[in-house]
């Protein structure tokens, strides 16, 4: 069975079809357009567009408007109620995917179908050719730390999950996998069980019994990798017992996951007396990763964007073992390959796959004035800044992504991109405009700072406060241990100093803004923000710390305020 599903990739195959689509991007963009409009032109969306039947980019650009997901709400809302009539596709939608929702507080619904699973597979597909070439895994298993999100019916009977849960159910999915040679090493009760801390623990226990034949470690984003390692530290020594003695702890609680990770546990006191071993003899956990698991070949997981600030503590356990970033998508489909898994994440491309949508690309004018003519795929320009504008095979037109790509190279005729934000500013309180870019370049530089008393930022977001006067920004950090408090003061100084932006600088010099407030928080506080997603439906997987906790978001707000520890105001600027 093994043999037919390998058969089944040809790996030089794929590698070949990706060029021959990026050599050729210009006429397989129309193509796309024509196929999406053809296949949906009966869907009431277009046809009041006046688009009348035409599929050329001219007549879509002329009768299509960009959109954001508030104006296909009321569409999605009449699908996700039950109107199986086609609204915004041809063929009806059955499944809803929830997007994580961390920057605007709350999930939102997104439809998905059989042509976004298949684009899904398209790309792990390519980027694994890509990458199997610089790390080859054979006969391996991967160490996933999965996990599927509640999945429910919608009031109108469709399926409704995160976008990952549709995919981790797909046969599709596994099929894939087991063609990567990187089945997950965890059975299904663990990816689908209830309880996310129980799976995590059980992720864990069955990277362990299997640690000789984990050749990859992975997650969609980093920073589920990063948790579970931080969880490591905390159980590792359960979890030694329970290899020791063959008998699961009592901490699993869900019965499914119980028989089966019962059937795959038998007293192993040797192996756990090398965990031990290996674990008492680290310093500082460095190195972890290749000590518990000897072959695996790299790390992989979206490591861009939000995700970087992550990346200084994952290297850390990851010790010689590379990191490399996974794709570039979103619930809405999606976008791009890493064809070049050797850079480093923090200077990952991403190559747009052609056929798996109809991509725009607005110039971005420092958010300043209106926005001008999207581009075309290959009309974008090197050394640009974009707002990406989607049209897919699930029913987004022209729909405003919200994130900012810079274009930084061509693959053939198609555009290489590198990750740069979400375009909304995080911090603005006049004149200023920070992004999310600019809060992590501050906190990495503040944070800098911690480094000499061994410590770190867990994680982090912020907040403008106008309740006093002059407004001032807000700073949360959580610190992995004990800072002094002159270190934090100084802390806060620097950030206040970080933001760069001219319109901060000279608002912060005439006090048309208040002293920068660095407010830090109790350890775990970023763990009860994540429950608080999770109880929303958010997936662990998808999930994305909100770098700016605005008004929609006054639960986690709440949170971070009852767990302030102690605030620091900056004195710089005096
Ligand atoms: P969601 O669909 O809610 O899980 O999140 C999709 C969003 O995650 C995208 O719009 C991006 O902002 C972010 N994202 C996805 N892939 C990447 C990537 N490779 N690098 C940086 N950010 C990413």
């Known amino acids: 069975m093994l043999e037919k599903i390998m058969e089944d990739f040809n790996w030089d195959k794929v590698m070949e079809e990706f060029e021959a689509l990026t050599k050729n991007a210009e006429n397989v963009q129309k193509e796309t357009l024509k196929q999406i409009l053809d296949e949906n032109g009966s869907a009431e969306y277009l046809k009041n567009s006046g688009i009348n039947g ?18 296909l709400e009321p569409y999605i809302r009449r699908i996700v109620d039950g109107d199986s009539s086609p609204i915004l596709t041809g063929k009806p939608i059955t499944t809803i995917s929830l997007s994580s929702g961390t920057t605007q507080g709350k999930p939102k619904f997104v439809p998905f179908n059989d042509e976004l699973m298949d684009s899904t597979m398209q790309i792990y597909r390519t980027s694994f050719a890509f990458r199997n070439r610089e790390y080859p895994i054979k006969n391996g298993k991967a160490l996933q730390f999965i996990y599927s999100s509640k999945q429910f019916k919608t009031k109108g009977g469709l399926a409704a999950g995160t976008a990952t849960t549709n995919v981790f159910r797909n046969s599709q999915y596994k099929k894939t996998m087991r063609s990567m040679q990187s089945p997950c090493c965890s059975p299904d009760e663990v990816i689908f069980g209830p309880d996310f801390h129980q799976s995590l623990y059980c992720h864990f226990l069955c990277g362990l019994l299997f640690r000789g034949e984990i050749q990859l470690i992975s997650s969609t984003f980093a920073h589920s990798i990063l948790h579970a390692f931080r969880t490591f530290e905390k159980v590792w020594e359960e979890l030694c017992i329970d290899i020791r003695n063959g008998v699961l702890s009592s901490r699993i609680t869900v019965p499914s996951i119980r028989t089966a990770m019962s059937k795959m546990l038998r007293p192993n006191p040797e ?13 500082n956990w460095y190195g972890l990763v290749p000590e518990l698991f000897p072959n695996v070949k790299y790390i992989y997981g979206i490591m861009t964007g939000s995700m970087e600030p992550y990346l200084k503590k994952l290297r850390h356990y990851a010790g010689e073992v590379p990191l490399v970033s996974a794709d570039y998508g979103s619930s809405e489909g999606w976008i791009g390959a890493n064809v070049n898994p050797k850079l480093p994440p923090e200077l990952a491309t991403y190559v747009v796959l052609p056929n798996i949508g ?6 971005i004018m420092d958010n300043i004035g209106p926005d001008t003519e999207p581009l075309g795929l290959t009309e974008v320009k090197i050394g640009e800044e974009y707002e990406i504008l989607v049209t897919n095979f699930a029913g987004l037109y022209r729909y405003r992504l919200g ?12 555009p290489e991109l590198k990750f740069v934000c979400r375009r909304n500013l ?15 370049l501050a906190v990495e530089e503040a944070a800098k700072l911690l480094a000499g008393e061994k410590l770190d930022v867990v994680d982090f977001t912020s907040y403008v406060d106008l309740s006093t006067e002059p407004g001032h920004y807000v700073i949360f950090w959580e610190v ?6 002159e270190v934090l003061s100084e802390c806060s100084n620097c950030l206040d100093k970080a933001f760069i932006d001219a319109g901060y600088v000279s608002s912060r010099k005439v006090n048309a803004i208040g002293p920068l407030e660095l407010r830090v928080v109790r350890r775990g506080t970023f763990q009860k923000i994540m429950d608080h997603y999770l109880a929303l439906g958010s997936a662990v997987s998808q999930f ?21 520890v102690n605030s620091y105001f900056s004195t710089a600027f005096k």
């Open 271 to 283: 192996l756990a007396d090398l965990i031990h071993k290996k674990c008492s003899g680290l310093s």
């Open 403 to 414: 994130d900012v790509v810079k274009v930084v190279g061509f693959h053939n005729a198609t």
């Open 426 to 440: 995080l911090l603005t309180i006049n004149i200023d405009k920070n992004t999310e870019k600019d809060l992590q």
């Open 358 to 363: 109809y991509f725009e690309f607005t110039p």
């Open 54 to 71: 035409r599929t050329d980019p001219e007549s879509y650009k002329a009768c299509v408007p960009i959109v954001t997901h508030n104006d």
């Open 480 to 485: 992995s241990g004990e800072a002094s408090q």
């Open 544 to 564: 994305k710390t909100p770098r700016n906790v605005g008004p929609t978001n006054s639960v986690v707000l709440q949170i971070l305020c009852t767990n302030v």
